[in-house]
């Protein structure tokens, strides 16, 4: 089976290169043969390959940037994924979009969203991943063709992520302030990376289409919880470990504190159920899943790779 993933060199692509199962030939995509602000080579790329699959991680994921970057925001993430829906439905193949849990606003929210909520961004980054959305659900309509599978801050020990960041500023600052009024689920690019792979290895997709609405899945780690929280675990597992050296004290600050051009949900969790249902599959709690990922980072430690957020 052939699968291109676009944005391959970004943390969940990564991931699923690390765990790709035996009979799947990957096509990886990358900024450098694949520029998804120039849909037509794009295009071109997917016409010559036809892969059975696309997984679409590319994306313009710099929440505060695309507030003032709205265009290459909505060119990544709108009109590149909803030009390769069009392209893959005509070739006969399957597309998995990557969407995330910004498409909800999270206001005067307490319990997880439901996949067949309404879609309600606050800023330019969840309205571009809600728009492709949107495009994908009716290109997709009537077929078997097209699962969306929304996600929340992942994390893992590459890239560009909350857990590295945090572990970067161990070794510079003596105090660290984390918002505590906003929680989520931190989900472990591993974990997500088995399920896309459970998801494309699924015998009959009758059943998602059957089982929810117009093909859209929810993901995450088990469990909910604030930024502050995630950097405590991050800050306690990581002195156990051995991973920090150093004390460094972790302080509970209000959204309202902290500038950031951007708007973010207050309560953002995702209702996995059906996926795991569906999947028969379970997520483990996001504790267990951070250690893992710290463990992970404290075996690649010897050469720092891991520890630097800016190289990828
Ligand atoms: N990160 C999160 O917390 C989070 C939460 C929920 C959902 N998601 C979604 O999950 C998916 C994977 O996220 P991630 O964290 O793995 O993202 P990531 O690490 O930022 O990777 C995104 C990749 O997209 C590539 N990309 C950006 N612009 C491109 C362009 N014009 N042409 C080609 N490639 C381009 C980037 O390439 P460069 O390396 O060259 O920039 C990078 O490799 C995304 O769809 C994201 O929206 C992420």
Not at 93 to 121: A, M, W
Not at 184 to 198: D, H, Y
Request: aromatic share 10%; hydrophobic share 35%.
């Amino acid at each position: 089976m052939k699968v291109l993933i676009t944005g391959s060199k970004g943390q969940l692509g990564r991931a699923l290169i690390k765990l790709k199962p035996k009979n799947i030939k990957i096509y990886a995509m990358e900024r450098t043969n694949f520029d998804m602000l120039d849909i037509p080579s794009c295009l071109k790329v997917i016409k010559s390959i036809k892969p059975d699959w696309i997984i679409n991680c590319g994306a313009y994921t710099n929440v505060d940037l695309a507030e003032s970057q709205e265009e290459a925001a909505m060119n990544v993430n709108f009109h590149a994924p909803k030009a390769f829906a069009q392209e893959i439905k005509k070739l006969g193949g399957r597309f998995l979009q990557i969407s995330t849990d910004y498409v909800f606003s999270g206001l005067n929210r307490n319990k997880p969203y439901s996949t067949s909520e309404k879609r309600s961004p606050l800023g330019i980054y969840g309205l571009s991943k809600a728009n492709a959305e949107e495009a994908i659900e009716n290109i997709f309509e009537g077929t078997n063709q097209g699962i969306i599978l929304r996600t929340s801050w992942l994390m893992g020990p590459f890239g560009n992520n909350f857990l590295l960041t945090i572990l970067n500023l161990h070794l510079k600052k003596k105090e660290i302030k984390v918002v505590n009024d906003q929680i989520g689920s931190p989900t472990s690019v591993f974990s997500l990376a088995e399920v896309c792979w459970k998801i494309i290895k699924i015998k009959d997709y009758s059943i998602i289409k059957n089982k929810t609405k117009n093909g859209i899945l929810h993901w995450h780690d088990d469990g909910e919880a604030s930024w502050y929280e995630v950097a405590k675990i991050i800050s306690n597992v990581g002195q156990k470990i051995g991973l920090i050296n150093n004390r460094t004290e972790i302080i509970p600050i209000k959204t309202s504190d902290f500038t950031s051009s951007a708007k973010r949900p207050f309560y953002s969790v995702l209702e996995c159920n059906s996926t795991k249902s569906l999947l028969n599959h379970e997520n483990m709690n996001w504790k267990y899943e951070l250690e893992r990922n710290l463990e992970q980072i404290y075996l690649n430690k010897s050469n720092r790779y891991s520890f630097n957020p800016k190289h990828k």
